[in-house]
Nanobody, 112 residues
């Protein structure tokens, strides 16, 4: 059974940085596209970034140039480096495996 556990969320001031991590188990990790989505209060879940098994990345326009997705296939982990954070980045961030399996999320709050 595929399991994903996110960590690294918290409270950060505007302009600050956070690094989210996602630990994955129960899968042949290296062949799957992994991704991050987020859901702000009162809004639908939205795409943030994806990374293929070979390392090709894709980003939402709203985070392009500020967020970086990466993966470590040996450790079965996915990361989301978030820089220049804005209040509108406040959301629960979810890690996904192939857009089929999802973690429980980690809360990121950007506020002064």
């Amino acid at each position: 059974q595929v399991q994903l556990v996110e960590s690294g969320g918290g409270l950060v001031q505007p302009g600050g940085s956070l690094r989210l991590s996602c630990t994955v188990s129960g899968t042949i990790f290296s062949i799957w596209t992994m991704g991050w989505y987020r859901q702000a209060p009162g809004k639908q879940r939205e795409f943030v970034a994806t990374i293929t098994g070979s390392g090709n990345t894709n980003y939402a326009d709203s985070v392009k140039g500020r967020f970086t997705i990466s993966r470590d296939n040996a450790k079965k982990m996915v990361y989301l480096q978030m820089d220049s954070l804005k209040p509108e980045d406040t959301a629960v961030y979810y890690c996904t495996h192939g857009m089929t399996y999802w973690g429980k999320g980690t809360l990121v709050t950007v506020s002064s």
